[in-house]
């Protein structure tokens, strides 16, 4: 067995122990985790964002405008002094700024209005029919100036059965999931580390 | 016997067994394909032999095993047609696990980096970088993964953004197919694809429903179906009897729990 898979397996077991009940094994790999996490996200920004992005920029190839973002994203660290806190607000806005301009338009593209099309069937065919209702009486559900009662709350409670339905297939796709999970650490342990499983 | 009472390690092992034995099982399941997972397997049959496909793994290490078969038929497809992909990664966790794939299988293909596909590596904040894309691909990666300029010989030396770009494929566990299509569909026209984890289907499919999505590959059922439109036998459809027993189990303990909740309000 090789080394890598050793230790795989060594640290899958550590985690799964945890099923049985709370151990210093799994916490030692929970740790482990953690301490790798932080090291490998540390090497990847520094290997795949500061050093294209700024040394390669400004020292290898000269390009001198890169140097305002970096100057906008050191002035980050200026909250870490409260004499010089105010300084960072200005990279702040700018995030925030881009952020939201950005952001709104493409959502309401996105997200409200495409959306709303393709929600708006023709009423020949069943499904536009149901889509019509689901959308309706779910929307309704969430309007709360209104007492939910007689028909209104009739409406409003087929909105919820449609609500309910939206849960049972997401929990339905998250057992899957989850599911899915165990299955590639098992087919691990008895293909790859044990070898039982051709 | 008070069910309420039971121990749930019972329930654990239980589970186990009922998803370990049938590995042990060389049995294949049939799958039923699913128009959604068609629909990527056709997006990708209509690209143009000398076109770009994009495959961004938006994926972290803890979802692995549910993505991998997804990202490994997507890449057996688009290396058997003899596409030239344009790997990159918007999570670092991705980066290196995006690497290690289009590698192992540009390998098995015989092909080589530079000439049939780039790894382009990790940029922070997504929405900048998808955004930037359709402007310049190469200001958003001046270097690749492996810290070459990959923009000025080559064949992928003439992409400059999304208009270059046939289909882009995002391999996801979370929510970054939703800004490829705010920010790379919505903004660019782009077409999109994605390969997700089962737990995030649901809320896709409203994105294929509208057209916003070319299609989804949802999950390791997903996998199955896209393996079997290739026509090979991978880590989908492998762990299909597995998933089934694992259904069966957790259904049987969802009727039985409720049956005594019933009998106890009785």
Redesign the interface.
Known sequence: MELGTLVALILTLAIFSF??RENPFYRFAEYLLVGI?VG??LV??C???L???VI??IFI?GELLAIVPVILGLLMFARLSRKWAYLSRLPLALMIGF?AG??IP??L???IM??M??SMLPLTSINGIIILIGVISTILYFYFSKKQEGFYGNITRLGTYFLMI?FG??FG????????????????I?RDAIG??S | MDLTRLDKRWIYLLLLLAVGIPLLVKVKLPVRLTAETEKVFEAVETVDSTGFVMISFDIEASSLPEVRPIAEALLKHLFRRDQRVIGLALFPEGTAIGYDLISSIANEYGKKYGEDFIYLGFRPQYVSAILQMGEDIRSVYPLDYLNNDWTMTGPFSGVRNYDDIELVISVADGSLPTYWVEYAGARHGQRIATGLTAVMATSYYPYTESGQLVGLIGGLKGAAEYEQLLGYVGGGQRGMLAQSSGHILIIALVLLVNLVAVRRRR
């Open positions: 099923l049985y996490s490998y996200y990847i920004i290997r795949n964002t050093y294209p992005m390669d920029r190839r952020g950005i952001s493409a959502m593209q996105a997200r495409k959306q099309s393709a939206f297939a997401t796709y998250t057992v899957m999931s989850r599911v899915s999970l165990l299955i590639g650490r098992l087919e691990f008895l039982i499983v």
